[in-house]
T-cell receptor, first 115, second 111 residues
């Protein structure tokens, strides 16, 4: 398996623009997580899905952020409009519910810079 | 989910030495996981220890768990420059599928 795939790897945009980050989880995994990492706040969980259904979005910072998972192999995180404080590395991770294991597999991340 | 707190925040050692980092947490767990993050990369799962286990090994890694003290330690023996990374612990409760990560321990191994 290719692992968790994220695109783009780098995104530079201007304030006010819409940004869409994409994630393809590992085939067969039924949990998908979106994280944001900054120096100041560390690694924050934004939202996670189980079987394509959002379970907990309490980490989504504002209404400007939205996430969807239209099918088991694709998820998007959208920021509209983007602001400079959204600059961060965004990670997607997936896991498989199997007994008590909840090991997560992370993608390489998308480095977002909002000017 | 609960967050683990790693200690120290930063650790610098010479190649060949052992590195020990600690994790504390607050409530009962089902398992505790350790992850590594190389600069500019995603986290990579290293090892999982269950609440009924006290020690676990994987290659040069040794993890201990003391549930009475709500703490865990990760020992990397005979460190290499390639071990330079940030290390995170993630305690997980029963039935919990989300993980909350702390600030991690930044390990620097000097050649």
């Amino acid at each position: 398996d290719a692992g968790v795939i994220q695109s783009p790897r780098h995104e530079v945009t201007e304030m006010g623009q819409e940004v869409t980050l994409r994630c393809k989880p590992i085939s067969g995994h039924d949990y998908l997580f979106w994280y944001r990492q900054t120096m100041m706040r560390g690694l924050e969980l934004l939202i996670y899905f189980n079987n394509n259904v959002p379970i907990d979005d309490s980490g989504m910072p504002e209404d400007r952020f939205s996430a969807k998972m239209p099918n088991a192999s694709f998820s998007t995180l959208k920021i509209q409009p983007s602001e400079p404080r959204d600059s961060a590395v965004y990670f997607c991770a997936s896991s498989l519910r199997q007994s008590s294991y909840n090991e997560q597999f992370f993608g390489p991340g998308t480095r977002l810079t909002v000017l | 989910s609960q967050q683990g707190e790693e200690d120290p925040q930063a650790l610098s050692i010479q190649e060949g030495e052992n590195a020990t980092m600690n994790c504390s947490y607050k409530t009962s767990i089902n398992n505790l996981q350790w992850y590594r993050q190389n600069s500019g990369r995603g986290l990579v799962h290293l090892i999982l220890i269950r609440s009924n286990e006290r020690e676990k090994h994987s290659g040069r890694l040794r993890v201990t768990l003391d549930t009475s003290k709500k703490s865990s330690s990760l020992l990397i023996t005979a460190s290499r420059a390639a071990d330079t990374a940030s290390y995170f612990c993630a305690p997980s409760g029963a039935g919990s599928y989300q993980l909350t990560f702390g600030k991690g321990t930044k390990l620097s191994v000097i050649p």
